[in-house]
């Protein structure tokens, strides 16, 4: 790879964030590279004015912060295919972030990276836009939005708790209708995050699948389900008479949704490509970390292995 230029995003209002990208920037400018710095959080977006100030293509994106800075990167960047190192500095849990001790020798990892001693993680993300009507019209009504961990459709009101109901289809066939807190349609990285929390399956981040899980539904037989990833998920919000039903992209709010709308719902066209550093990385090690898989209380030997 090479480091000619760079984008270093850091977490908006976290101080060591701001600190390691400043540290960061100088020693990629010692070794004559251009670099775009900037912060990154809920009202801060320098994505738009790093990729229009750019005069070359961009090599690399640093994104030091937690999951959500990593998630707003990969929105932004992926549809460019820039690859995304996300270290987890001043973030939370790290799902999708480098651990920061295989980040802190960094003129070693600026070494690394030159000399092509990493590996590259692609994870699938889904693409949603709007479209009135039926699936005859095919027309877009909005942007293409993107995510990589989940769209979820779901009512926001500022004085009361609202229930929805909505109704999906999966390739021109109504599969079910939900009447509950609303519906996440989720990627495999997005398995472990919103989709677990309410009560979906763990899908590995390497499989390229869909799963629709609803949310909280007044209905036991409204279970969750994984689909192919070729397959589109459409789904009409009903009896919205407030108009309070939104689309979210990774927790962000991407539009409402008017009646007689909906939502179309696919595998986009672009992937995520994150940088891996730790040599021995293993999702299911991802998996016993972050979420404290500790077995049973009780441990016992298992001599009959070698």
Wanted: net charge negative.
């Amino acid at each position: 790879m090479e480091l000619k230029n760079v984008i270093i995003a850091h977490k908006a209002g976290d101080a060591l964030s701001r600190s390691w990208a400043e540290k960061c920037a100088k020693q990629l400018e010692k070794r004559n590279c251009h670099v775009l710095m900037g912060p990154s959080g809920a009202k801060d977006n320098p994505y738009p004015v790093f990729l229009a100030s750019a005069m070359h293509p961009i090599d690399l994106a640093i994104v030091l912060g937690g999951d959500g800075t990593a998630l707003a990167a990969a929105r932004h960047l992926s549809p460019d295919r820039i690859p995304i190192l996300a270290v987890n500095v001043g973030g939370h849990l790290g799902f999708l972030t480098q651990p920061f001790e295989d980040f802190q020798d960094t003129e070693q990892v600026w070494d690394r990276l030159c000399e092509d001693r990493y590996a590259i993680e692609r994870r699938m993300m889904l693409q949603a836009a709007l479209f009135e009507g039926n699936r005859t019209n095919m027309e877009p009504v909005s942007d293409r939005f993107l995510a990589l961990n989940e769209m979820c459709i779901k009512p926001a009101s500022a004085d009361r708790m609202i229930t929805s109901i909505l109704e999906m289809e999966i390739d021109g066939e109504v599969v079910d209708q939900y009447q509950g807190d609303g519906l996440i349609v989720s990627t495999p990285t997005g398995s472990t995050c919103y989709t677990i929390s309410a009560n979906g399956p763990i899908v590995h981040s390497g499989m390229e699948a869909i799963t629709i899980t609803p949310i909280c539904p007044l209905s036991l037989a409204s279970r969750p389900i994984v689909i192919p990833s070729g397959s589109v998920v459409s789904v009409w919000p009903l009896a919205d008479y407030e108009l309070n039903t939104k689309l979210w992209m990774d927790g962000v709010l991407a539009t409402a949704i008017w009646p007689g709308q909906r939502v179309d719902i696919r595998m986009a066209n672009c992937l995520a490509k994150f940088i891996i550093l730790r040599e021995n990385y293993s999702y299911y090690q991802t998996l016993r970390e972050k979420l404290q898989w500790a077995g049973a209380r009780i441990r016992y030997s298992n001599n009959h292995r070698n």
